[in-house]
T-cell receptor, first 111, second 114 residues
Framework: SQQGEEDPQALSIQEGENATMNCSYK?????LQWYRQNSGRGLVHLIL?????REKHSGRLRVTLDTSKKSSSLLITASRAADTASYFC???????????FGKGTRLHILP | EPEVTQTPSHQVTQMGQEVILRCVPI?????FYWYRQILGQKVEFLVS????????KSEIFDDQFSVERPDGSNFTLKIRSTKLEDSAMYFC????????????FGQGTRLTVV
């Protein structure tokens, strides 16, 4: 069964604006990670937030985690054209070590 | 910076042929994974490998699939008799330890079955 679900599925914003993507999941997790994938390329790890953390920052990225709502958000501030990519949340469950990806949000930054 | 490398980057094969996709995980990592992504779709878990054996596999990973770590550095995915629906990007990943660590992914092998 699918663990992570991102929304929106696609997002277009103007360069300089902030982009917010959300992820919901179904079962309890150890961690939640966000990955970026440029078209046709590999997955690049962006940030990991542990289940006992609520917020984490890395450069222009801000991730929040609400375990009571089983949801996370990824905020990219001051977006740039190079941020155009698909963004995936990935969760790893308490009982095993594999990580499960959501369907992703396709982010398009308009010049 | 250490990275996971995959070869080839693109493989075209005829339906029914066997293919072997190769990965070199990060050298001190202990957990290894294969994922696949059909064009435009989500990244799907295939199999995890730890301590020289499969620790978990998905329903996609049927008898046509196998994995091996033949020499302590390479990690291979074999598809015995490819089908058209096996066409996808295949990603290898490695993790240092189980639990709270990020997974490092290779750039993927695009498999096209014709």
């Amino acid at each position: 069964s699918q663990q992570g679900e991102e929304d929106p599925q696609a997002l277009s914003i103007q360069e300089g604006e902030n982009a917010t993507m959300n992820c919901s999941y179904k079962t309890s997790i150890n961690n939640l990670q966000w990955y970026r994938q440029n078209s046709g390329r590999g997955l690049v790890h962006l940030i990991l937030i542990r289940s006992n953390e609520r917020e984490k920052h890395s450069g222009r990225l801000r991730v929040t985690l609400d375990t009571s709502k089983k949801s996370s958000s990824l905020l990219i501030t001051a977006s740039r054209a190079a941020d155009t990519a698909s963004y995936f949340c990935a969760t790893d469950l308490n009982r095993d070590d594999k990580i499960i990806f959501g369907k992703g949000t396709r982010l398009h930054i308009l010049p | 910076e250490p990275e996971v490398t995959q070869t080839p980057s693109h493989q075209v094969t005829q339906m029914g042929q066997e293919v072997i996709l190769r990965c070199v995980p990060i050298s001190n990592h202990l957990y290894f994974y294969w994922y696949r992504q059909i064009l435009g779709q989500k990244v799907e878990f295939l199999v995890s490998f730890y301590n020289n054996e499969i620790s978990e596999k998905s329903e996609i990973f049927d008898d046509q699939f196998s994995v091996e770590r033949p020499d302590g550095s390479n990690f291979t995915l074999k598809i015995r008799s490819t089908k058209l629906e096996d066409s996808a990007m295949y990603f290898c990943a490695s993790i240092l330890t189980g639990g709270v660590t990020e997974a490092f992914f290779g750039q993927g092998t695009r498999l096209t079955v014709v």
